[in-house]
């Protein structure tokens, strides 16, 4: 479901302002705080023992106040913080050895 409107919201096929309003309430997206958008681009291909759903869930874990799709063979996360700096500095360290150990998991 948040799948969905976050692909519908992307392709620019709800524009109804109350919709959009309506559905970033169900899901707990405030656009009035500090707002991120992170797009991962993983090629499965070079990538053994693993795919994008289990490269999304061990992001997940790291970016904990996060909602995320597969979109068009990307990972598309939207992070939503209320103080300024949107990811720690452990945060980002953390995120750049998981995805270094993920793109190393190769034959």
Same mark, same amino acid.
């Given at each position: 479901?948040?799948?969905?409107?976050?692909?519908?919201?992307? #392709?620019?096929?709800?524009? +109804?302002?109350?919709? /959009?309003?309506? =559905?970033?309430?169900?899901?707990?997206?405030?656009? !009035?705080? @500090?707002?991120?958008?992170?797009?991962?681009?993983?090629?499965?291909?070079?990538?053994?023992?693993?795919?994008?759903?289990?490269?999304?869930?061990?992001? #997940?874990?790291?970016?904990? +106040?996060?909602?995320? /799709?597969?979109? =068009?063979?990307?990972?598309?996360?939207?992070?939503? !913080?209320? @103080?300024?700096?949107?990811?720690?500095?452990?945060?980002?360290?953390?995120?750049?050895?998981?995805?270094?150990?993920?793109?190393?998991?190769?034959?």
């Amino acid at each position: 479901m948040f799948g969905n409107f976050v692909i519908k919201l992307l #392709e620019g096929k709800i524009t +109804d302002a109350t919709n /959009i309003e309506d =559905n970033c309430n169900l899901f707990r997206l405030n656009f !009035t705080q @500090n707002t991120a958008i992170m797009t991962f681009s993983i090629d499965e291909s070079e990538v053994t023992n693993t795919n994008l759903d289990y490269c999304r869930n061990k992001i #997940e874990e790291i970016l904990e +106040d996060s909602n995320s /799709i597969i979109y =068009n063979g990307h990972i598309v996360f939207i992070l939503t !913080t209320s @103080n300024q700096n949107t990811l720690k500095d452990s945060t980002t360290k953390n995120l750049k050895n998981t995805l270094r150990i993920m793109l190393c998991m190769q034959a």
